[in-house]
């Protein structure tokens, strides 16, 4: 840990580091501020720590906590992992002498703020990612309304700033809590678009993955969840697959829906035509041999994989949804098209394989919107200030 009285000690709590956009934002947060100025601690509530190495490279701090979380249902073991996390978190904040507390996601919110609150943190703040701001559950399920209580009663009286990643979210948040509109704070995120900028050989990667090179692939990155949609994109690939005999889908990410997901590739004979890529690191390499990116997602806060594929140049087909329409401007950066609708999807996709100028030009704007206003030390900036308080919200 570095030292020194300007040293300041920032501590980001999360549920947990598997690999997702708030984790992956995470990793990059550690790698762009300043060391010389600020620590960064982050804590895990429950066991997956998949990116924890490559936080700790980044020069953060990781401490995972290791919990197993148990259903609301199990009221004795829920007890002890909330009381369990919240003893934890609070050492942390004295034992480093944490000045500010953020906290990402769901249980960490409660655990984190709570934590950060009581034991005198100076700023406590807490991010807010997806425009899903409850769980799916049926409307008026007592969970859910418990949730929207608790949730306004700390966001009133214990959170300093809550930050929005989109408008939407922002928006979304305003309406759902009661929330005054001065403690909401949109903070964009953002990406290392130098990362993403760097000159590759698409065949030599192709002849590294073993991929074909007369194969034309499509490719999408997220978890493997509902509001992302992939399923409409397999939809989607069956339409173009009676066109297009050497099109290919590579699907990166992991989630509950893998299962799921194979089986209706499965059942639309797509089974030789899908890749299941699982979670990877190695994104620029996969948007480098991929010819478009797809996001078929039906919500989004502001996806890192979709200013990912901007900065590395792709042409991109995604839904027409807040905010996914916030970053892409329909016919200049890429095509919008509506969502849960897989023939909207194959069409928007035809259009771009069969006029790959069009597509180039897309890309080519693309990135440049993404170099321009999506740089992750922007993000940083804005963070900083409200991790000091400097700044009106």
Known sequence: ??????????????????????????????????????????????????????????????????RSRPSIYRPLQFLAYVLGGLRDVRRICRDRNVTAIQCHLSDSEFIGIVAGATCGVRRVITTVHYPELLPSRRLGEWRNRLRILVTRLLYRHWVDVVVAVSADVGQKLEELFVLDSAKIRVVVNGIDVGAFEVERDPEALRATMGLSSDDRFLITVGRLAAPKGQAFLLSALAILARKHKNLKLLLVGDGDLRESLQALTSRLSLTSRVIFAGSREDIANLLTVAELFVLPSVSEGTSLALLEAMASGKPVVATDIPGNRSVIEHGKSGLLVPPADAGALAEAIETLLEDPDRAKALGRNAHAIASARYDIRETVRELEQLWRGGCSV
């Open 1 to 66: 840990m570095l030292e020194g009285s300007q040293v300041e000690t920032i501590l980001h709590v999360i549920d947990q580091l598997e690999y997702g956009g708030a984790q992956r934002l995470l990793a990059l947060l550690a790698k762009f501020t300043s060391k010389a100025s600020r620590h960064i601690v982050v804590c895990a509530l429950q066991q997956d720590l998949a990116l924890g190495e490559r936080i700790e490279k980044e020069g953060a701090e990781v401490i995972g906590l290791g």
